[in-house]
């Protein structure tokens, strides 16, 4: 599973956090399904919630989880600060 959450990750940290960072954002959500349909995974939700939830997320993109929104996990949204 490494490899996959590894790919989850970076492209979050690549294609959402960067950006944000440089548009001066100082929160950012990221919705699970997108980042899902992004990377092409088929029913690995559980995986990209799992990847984005994990404090090596956290630390290495040095953001912190305010909350998580949403009823399904394709739906579910993850706000970082």
Known sequence: MGRFS???RAHCGRTIIEPA???????????VGDVHDALGYKNRFP???A???AAVF???YRVRR?????P???REYLIFV
Do not use: F, P, T
Not at 21 to 31: D, G, M, T, Y
Not at 66 to 70: D, E, F, H, N, T
């Open 66 to 70: 305010l909350s998580i929104k949403g």
């Open 47 to 49: 995986l990209v919630c």
């Open 51 to 53: 990847a984005l939830g």
């Open 21 to 31: 960072r440089k548009a001066l954002r100082r929160e950012v959500e990221i919705r």
């Open 72 to 74: 399904y996990k394709w």
């Open 6 to 8: 590894d790919n989850v």
């Open 58 to 60: 956290e630390d290495q």
